[in-house]
Antibody, heavy 126, light 107 residues
Framework: EVHLMESGGGLVQPGGSRRLSCAAS????????MNWVRQTPGKGLEWISN????????HHADSVKGRFTISRDNAKNSLYLQMNNLRVEDTAVYYC???????????????????WGQGAVVTVAS | DIQMTQSPSTLFASVGDRVTITCRAS??????LAWYQQKPGKAPKLLIY???SLESGVPSRFSGSRSGTEFTLTISSLQPDDFATYFC?????????FGQGTKVEIK
């Protein structure tokens, strides 16, 4: 059974930093591009970061570019999101989510979010 | 960024009803569109990918279609478990974007 489990959420002051982790199991982690998606009541669902299967290529939404960094450790089946210079508007539920299986064909063809974690709440407030 | 305009924002329906939710892309995204279902306090669940392909394990009453830049999610006969919020998402190009969501409520 596929399982994604986020950890590291909590309360952070504006300007502070936080690192989220996502532990994966039940699928061949290294075959899947991975993502972070966040959700707020006001802005809905927002994709924020993507990382290639090997970890050498990353993409970030403009809203977090230069502040957030996605990374992965395939040996540990883990995904990370380093969040720096946090703002009040970064308050959200953060989900890790897999794309499809790149081993079956071009990664873009399966770039939808197949597997999701349960979410980690990050609150940025003083 | 590609904008995804989803309608309606809320839909009231009864068990057994045929339900249609629409998503319009601001530019051509071919068939690079997915649909998700989300229930309160839970993560979204993938229903449909590539506009019309049913994810494994998803009931066949769910279907997706495309006409140009307009995409439709149809539930052929609404079941009690289907009362939830539904989102579309384009994965044609970064930044991948979601629709605002459609909440399906009991009439």
């Amino acid at each position: 059974e596929v399982h994604l489990m986020e950890s590291g959420g909590g309360l952070v002051q504006p300007g502070g930093s936080r690192r989220l982790s996502c532990a994966a199991s039940g699928f061949t982690f290294s075959n899947y591009e991975m993502n972070w998606v966040r959700q707020t009541p006001g802005k809905g669902l927002e994709w924020i970061s993507n990382i290639s299967t090997s970890g050498d290529i990353t993409h970030h939404a403009d809203s977090v570019k230069g502040r957030f960094t996605i990374s992965r450790d395939n040996a540990k089946n883990s995904l990370y999101l380093q969040m720096n210079n946090l703002r009040v508007e970064d308050t959200a539920v953060y989900y890790c989510a897999s794309a499809g299986d790149c081993a079956t064909g071009p990664c873009h063809n399966t770039a939808y979010f197949r597997y999701w974690g349960q979410g980690a709440v990050v609150t940025v407030a003083s | 960024d590609i904008q995804m305009t989803q309608s309606p924002s809320t839909l009231f329906a009864s068990v057994g009803d045929r339900v249609t939710i629409t998503c319009r892309a601001s530019q051509n995204i071919n068939t690079w569109l997915a649909w998700y279902q989300q229930k309160p306090g839970k993560a979204p669940k993938l229903l449909i990918y590539q506009a019309s392909s049913l994810e494994s394990g998803v009931p066949s009453r769910f279907s997706g279609s495309r006409s140009g830049t307009e995409f439709t999610l149809t539930i052929s006969s609404l079941q009690p478990d289907d009362f939830a919020t539904y989102f579309c998402q384009q994965y044609h190009s970064y930044s991948w974007t979601f629709g605002q969501g459609t909440k399906v409520e009991i009439k």
